[in-house]
């Protein structure tokens, strides 16, 4: 398995985050740190997500930071540039897989169909996000995929909470799971970092269980 995936396997859970404010990026990357969890998935559904990962990069070099919501080739360079350690879009577009793959980093596309599944596995994937995860039929939606396709490894992401990420981490294909409730879009606006350690230990807690 890629190196980044194994760093992810470690971690179990991968804080899905949304930043509007680049001054936040700084302390919430601390807060994770300090939460026990180096590592963030910054979506690219803001103006200032590229700058938000590089200012965490630069702060905190040895945290695992990712980009989120990446739709086009041109969003993926931006944030390989921005120093992004892997990339993760809502769904396959093979187009923007081989843009990512010549460019030697790792990529986890979206896909919840047996199709979708096949595309990844032609692409020469051995990682995909399962997404929108409990919309698309939770765990046994993932538990009936895994099962013809042994060999794929998962993310699920979207409604994961901490009464179902065990559900989720219990199944053998699953590497880890994305989520936000513990980097929530008010506890982020209102500057409530500690709020945000707090439930980063408990989501630790949870994920070693």
């Given amino acids: 398995m890629n190196p980044i995936f194994e760093k992810l396997a470690q ?8 930043i509007n404010d680049v001054s936040k990026a700084v302390p919430l990357a601390k807060a994770l740190c300090d939460g026990g969890l180096p590592c963030a998935e910054v979506t690219f559904r803001t103006a200032g997500a590229a700058d938000a990962i590089r200012a965490m990069t630069e702060a ?27 990339l993760v879009s809502p769904g396959l577009n093979p187009d923007v897989v081989r843009h990512v793959q010549s460019k030697g980093v790792p990529m986890l596309p979206g896909i919840c169909t047996p199709s979708e599944l096949e595309q990844g596995l032609a692409l020469g994937l051995e990682m995909l996000k399962f997404f929108p995860a409990e919309a698309a039929g939770g765990v046994n939606m993932l538990k009936a995929l895994s099962a013809p396709y042994g060999t794929m490894k998962f993310m699920p992401t979207g409604g994961l909470t901490p009464s179902n990420v065990n559900d ?14 513990m980097v929530k879009d008010e506890l ?22």
């Fill in 60 to 86: 905190f070099p040895e945290m695992l930071v990712g980009a989120g919501t990446i739709l086009t080739p041109a969003q993926a360079d931006e944030a390989i540039a921005a120093g992004a350690k892997f």
């Fill in 168 to 181: 989720y981490l219990s199944i053998k294909n699953v590497m880890a799971c994305g989520g936000s409730w």
């Fill in 188 to 209: 982020i606006a209102a500057g409530d970092f500690a709020k945000i350690t707090e439930l980063t230990k408990e989501a630790m807690a949870l994920a070693k269980k």
């Fill in 11 to 18: 971690m179990r859970i991968v804080p899905v985050i949304v």
